[in-house]
């Protein structure tokens, strides 16, 4: 009957003035007008979802989303919301008639008239939203080595060598600074301040910060570098990828290459970074154990790096095992023990983390044990530091944070969290527990209580973790010495060992960036839990129980 009377009213409107005809179409069309914006508003909210997804997808992968990708994003909503209103209005009005009510003319014209009008700009916005092909970027994320200071300690002793390699990376002339010291000693926490400082105080354009470690990968090392300047490399080919670095670097007028614990020379040219002339913008911050390595590399006058004074490691100690070391009773022996880790901060916080809360019969065996002469000899590594560590790692509570500690330095430089839980799984580290993430949950906390002890150290991102090489070199050493562990490390070219029988006791084997000609057949370790044999072209990493 409603469509009947309106019908009516168009057909007298049509002898009126063409403006009153199309007023009264928006009464003849209602019904149309209201299924095409019911149809386009569902179209736009299709595209709406999929960008959304899309948005959702990029912020996951760390990128950032473009500015007009955003306010489309708003705008979308508030037509949506407009639209969906005058569906809503519409659906009330009709409600009425359906309960024997008289149509409201008007309502009914104004609906109408709203929906027709709604439908240009849902068509519209959904043609703009369809036709964004790019809706993010990505950027340079922040390197989380230089982002925090926790850690850092200003000593004054440090001072002077803190302010001539600032002015070194202000000297026009100088385009290579070398630091070094023994391990330990706190080279790779002075640089990370320098270049924290040089980054904060606008020195620099763009700070990277690298570690090389004793047998780089250059094709991970150019990966890693590029990465930080937000440079993907798909490249194969050594020099192919150096020179699309190469190209990066230069870009920047200012910038700062810090390169951290370098064991032997290394060719800049091969990995892409231009220094000197080539590059006046690019400084090199090198550190080394060995001075000769530096000036091989060319900083003309490398900074030493020396232990800590009395009150300044006193200080250190105080800081990290707490006020509890005031106490009358064990002021003395805890300044002893102090005294013995030979002013290196490594062996300082180790131990002074290790003794913390502590019973004093345990200090005074602590104390007892790093006065005694250490047998081993590791060239860059002092005695403090090994007999420091190695009491440190015998000090930890509990069985399970030792054998996960013995996997991370079987693991080579980067250990992935990944891996190392599914190490500790096979291990039966983490039995006990019934879900994987209850597993995952319980490493965690151990790691946590490594980390607690400077025994294991944050990684590159939130999925790796790291040793110093130093503690490394003391796990992996205790753990031949004591546990039936082999471990080969950097050999060029190596032979399976002859002696059988001490390999046949053994229960892990870690061979890394070595080269075996060939295996010997008809290998048998019955007690071997545990292989992980790495190099740079390939791996392998078995877990045996």
Same mark, same amino acid.
């Given at each position: 009957?409603?469509?009947?009377?309106?019908?009516?009213?168009?057909?007298?409107?049509?002898?009126?003035?063409?403006?009153?005809?199309?007023?009264?179409?928006?009464?003849?069309?209602?019904?149309?007008?209201?299924?095409?914006?019911?149809? #386009?508003?569902?179209?736009?909210?299709?595209?709406?979802?999929?960008?959304?997804?899309?948005?959702?997808?990029?912020?996951?992968?760390?990128?950032?989303?473009?500015?007009?990708?955003?306010?489309?994003?708003?705008?979308?909503?508030?037509?949506?919301?407009?639209?969906?209103?005058?569906?809503?209005? #519409?659906?009330?009005?009709?409600?009425?008639?359906?309960?024997?009510?008289?149509?409201?003319?008007?309502?009914?014209?104004?609906?109408?008239?709203?929906?027709?009008?709604?439908?240009?700009?849902?068509? !519209?916005?959904?043609?703009?939203?369809?036709?964004?092909?790019?809706?993010?970027?990505?950027?340079?994320?922040?390197?989380?080595?230089?982002?925090?200071?926790?850690?850092?300690?200003?000593?004054?002793?440090?001072?002077?060598?803190?302010?001539?390699?600032?002015?070194?990376?202000?000297?026009?002339?100088?385009?290579?600074?070398?630091?070094?010291? =023994?391990?330990?000693?706190?080279?790779?926490?002075?640089?990370?301040?320098?270049?924290?400082?040089?980054?904060?105080?606008?020195?620099? $354009?763009?700070?990277?910060?690298?570690?090389?470690?004793?047998?780089?990968?250059?094709?991970?090392?150019?990966? #890693?570098?590029?990465?930080?300047?937000?440079?993907?490399?798909?490249?194969? +080919?050594?020099?192919?990828?150096?020179?699309?670095?190469?190209?990066?670097?230069?870009?920047?007028?200012?910038?700062?290459?810090?390169?951290?614990?370098?064991?032997?020379?290394?060719?800049?040219?091969?990995?892409?970074?231009?220094?000197?002339?080539?590059?006046?913008?690019?400084?090199?911050?090198?550190?080394?154990?060995?001075?000769?390595?530096?000036?091989?590399?060319?900083?003309?006058?490398?900074?030493?790096?020396?232990?800590?004074?009395?009150?300044?490691?006193?200080?250190?100690?105080?800081?990290?095992?707490?006020? $509890?070391?005031?106490?009358?009773?064990?002021?003395?022996?805890?300044?002893?023990?102090?005294?013995?880790?030979?002013?290196?901060?490594?062996?300082?916080?180790?131990?002074?983390?290790?003794?913390? !809360?502590?019973?004093?019969?345990?200090?005074?065996?602590?104390?007892?044990?790093?006065?005694?002469? +250490?047998?081993?000899?590791?060239?860059?590594?002092?005695?403090?530091?090994?007999?420091?560590?190695?009491?440190?790692?015998?000090?930890?509570?509990?069985?399970?944070?030792?054998?996960?500690?013995?996997?991370?330095?079987? =693991?080579?430089?980067?250990?992935?969290?990944? $891996?190392?839980?599914?190490?500790?799984?096979?291990?039966?580290?983490?039995?006990?527990?019934?879900?994987?993430?209850?597993?995952?949950?319980?490493? $965690?906390?151990?790691?946590?209580?490594?980390?607690?002890?400077?025994?294991?150290?944050?990684?590159?991102?939130? #999925?790796?973790?790291?040793?110093?090489?130093?503690?490394?070199?003391?796990?992996? +050493?205790?753990?031949?010495?004591?546990?039936?562990?082999?471990?080969?490390?950097?050999?060029?070219?190596?032979?399976?060992?002859?002696?059988?029988?001490?390999?046949?006791?053994?229960?892990?084997? +870690?061979?890394?960036?070595?080269?075996?000609?060939?295996?010997?057949?008809?290998?048998?370790?019955?007690?071997?839990?545990?292989?992980?044999?790495?190099?740079?072209?390939?791996?392998?990493?078995?877990?045996?129980?």
């Amino acid at each position: 009957m409603v469509e009947s009377i309106v019908t009516v009213v168009i057909d007298v409107a049509k002898c009126l003035a063409p403006p009153t005809e199309r007023q009264f179409n928006y009464f003849r069309n209602c019904k149309s007008n209201f299924e095409n914006l019911k149809t #386009e508003l569902e179209n736009l909210k299709g595209v709406r979802d999929s960008m959304q997804h899309r948005v959702e997808d990029a912020k996951r992968q760390g990128e950032v989303i473009e500015g007009n990708v955003e306010k489309w994003l708003t705008k979308a909503k508030n037509i949506v919301i407009d639209a969906e209103k005058i569906i809503g209005d #519409e659906e009330k009005a009709n409600n009425r008639c359906f309960k024997g009510l008289c149509p409201n003319l008007k309502t009914r014209y104004q609906l109408s008239k709203a929906a027709e009008k709604q439908l240009e700009p849902i068509v !519209n916005h959904r043609t703009e939203g369809i036709q964004f092909h790019t809706i993010s970027y990505r950027t340079i994320p922040e390197d989380i080595s230089l982002q925090s200071s926790t850690g850092y300690e200003a000593f004054e002793s440090r001072f002077s060598t803190l302010r001539d390699i600032r002015n070194a990376l202000t000297n026009a002339n100088v385009g290579i600074i070398g630091v070094y010291g =023994m391990g330990g000693i706190g080279k790779t926490t002075l640089v990370k301040a320098v270049a924290r400082q040089a980054k904060e105080r606008k020195i620099f $354009d763009q700070v990277v910060f690298s570690e090389v470690s004793q047998t780089p990968n250059i094709k991970d090392f150019q990966k #890693e570098i590029a990465e930080k300047l937000g440079l993907m490399l798909h490249e194969e +080919s050594v020099s192919r990828r150096a020179s699309r670095l190469y190209e990066r670097l230069k870009e920047e007028k200012k910038i700062l290459v810090v390169l951290d614990n370098l064991w032997k020379c290394l060719n800049l040219e091969t990995v892409g970074i231009p220094y000197g002339d080539d590059h006046k913008g690019c400084k090199i911050l090198l550190t080394s154990r060995d001075r000769g390595v530096l000036l091989k590399m060319g900083s003309a006058s490398p900074f030493l790096i020396g232990v800590l004074n009395e009150e300044e490691a006193w200080r250190l100690f105080k800081m990290t095992a707490g006020d $509890d070391v005031e106490h009358r009773e064990l002021n003395s022996t805890a300044r002893n023990v102090a005294m013995a880790c030979g002013g290196l901060p490594i062996a300082l916080t180790t131990i002074a983390r290790a003794l913390r !809360n502590r019973s004093m019969r345990e200090w005074k065996n602590a104390l007892q044990q790093l006065r005694a002469p +250490s047998s081993v000899n590791f060239e860059g590594i002092s005695a403090e530091a090994y007999s420091a560590i190695d009491l440190s790692i015998k000090y930890l509570r509990g069985d399970k944070l030792r054998k996960i500690l013995l996997l991370c330095s079987l =693991m080579g430089n980067r250990i992935a969290t990944s $891996d190392l839980f599914k190490y500790c799984m096979g291990w039966g580290i983490l039995k006990g527990v019934n879900k994987m993430a209850d597993a995952r949950i319980k490493l $965690d906390a151990l790691v946590q209580e490594l980390r607690d002890s400077s025994l294991l150290l944050a990684g590159d991102n939130n #999925e790796e973790l790291s040793m110093h090489d130093i503690v490394r070199d003391v796990a992996t +050493s205790t753990a031949c010495h004591d546990q039936n562990v082999f471990v080969v490390r950097d050999e060029n070219v190596w032979g399976w060992p002859d002696d059988e029988d001490a390999l046949e006791k053994c229960y892990a084997i +870690s061979i890394i960036d070595s080269i075996i000609p060939e295996l010997p057949e008809g290998l048998e370790y019955p007690k071997l839990e545990f292989l992980f044999m790495w190099n740079q072209v390939s791996y392998i990493r078995l877990y045996i129980s």
